[in-house]
T-cell receptor
Framework: KQEVTQIPAALSVPEGENLVLNCSFTDSAIYNLQWFRQDPGKGLTSLLLIQSSQREQTSGRLNASLDKSSGRSTLYIAASQPGDSATYLC??????????????FGTGTRLTIIP | DTEVTQTPKHLVMGMTNKKSLKCEQHMGHRAMYWYKQKAKKPPELMFV???????INESVPSRFSPECPNSSLLNLHLHALQPEDSALYLC?????????????FGSGTQLSVL
């Protein structure tokens, strides 16, 4: 059974710093990995999706990398801003999955950017 | 329009009530999902509809009854819920034919069962 872990559970950094969020998964037989952002009491917003054949994806100040063999992904946020404060979740989609149906979510990292 | 709209945003109900959660999307997506999320936990998949047919039911109790009237709408009918069913209920949609399609989530319905 796939297990997805995100450490640390919470992180506080001063505004303007670059930071890295981590995601580890136990089964490397994945088809893709997504990073989501969730504001308190709200739904999830998909930030980046990395296909298993890719090593990284970039969107603005965000860069996500994937190392399937080691079961790791990182989300790099450059020049952090208070508006980046949210919970960040990663989710992996297994090879046997047709679509998004069986995504396994990580437990999330609650990020606070201190002005 | 890249939105998934959920109503109501908040719902308080007694254990004997019957209520429904609604979800709507106009992105032409043919897969729609219900997730349940407890505080500080990741979302848990409940149901998946693909082309208006129920394709996944994650052994959810029968007091939760999903319905997909058409490709744009998804309902979740609630009856005789328990206090432990209190949670954020999230609807999502995607295109089912590609494995690398992003999930689009609604803002959720915060449900409290008294």
């Amino acid at each position: 059974k796939q297990e997805v872990t995100q450490i640390p559970a919470a992180l506080s950094v001063p505004e303007g710093e670059n930071l890295v969020l981590n995601c580890s998964f136990t089964d490397s037989a994945i088809y893709n990995l997504q990073w989501f952002r969730q504001d308190p009491g709200k739904g999830l917003t998909s930030l980046l999706l990395i296909q298993s054949s890719q090593r990284e994806q970039t969107s603005g100040r965000l860069n996500a990398s994937l190392d399937k063999s080691s079961g790791r992904s990182t989300l790099y946020i450059a020049a952090s801003q208070p508006g980046d404060s949210a919970t960040y979740l990663c989710a992996v989609g297994p090879i046997s999955n047709f679509g998004n149906e069986k995504l396994t979510f990580g437990t999330g990292t609650r990020l606070t950017i201190i002005p | 329009d890249t939105e998934v709209t959920q109503t109501p945003k908040h719902l308080v109900m007694g254990m004997t009530n019957k209520k429904s959660l609604k979800c709507e999307q106009h992105m032409g997506h043919r897969a729609m999902y219900w997730y349940k999320q407890k505080a500080k936990k990741p979302p848990e998949l409940m149901f998946v509809y693909s082309y208006e047919k129920l394709s996944i039911n994650e052994s959810v109790p029968s007091r939760f009854s999903p319905e997909c009237p058409n490709s744009s709408l998804l309902n979740l009918h609630l009856h005789a819920l328990q206090p432990e069913d209190s949670a954020l209920y999230l609807c999502a949609s995607s295109q089912p034919q590609g494995r690398n399609e992003k999930l689009f989530f609604g803002s959720g319905t915060q449900l409290s069962v008294l």
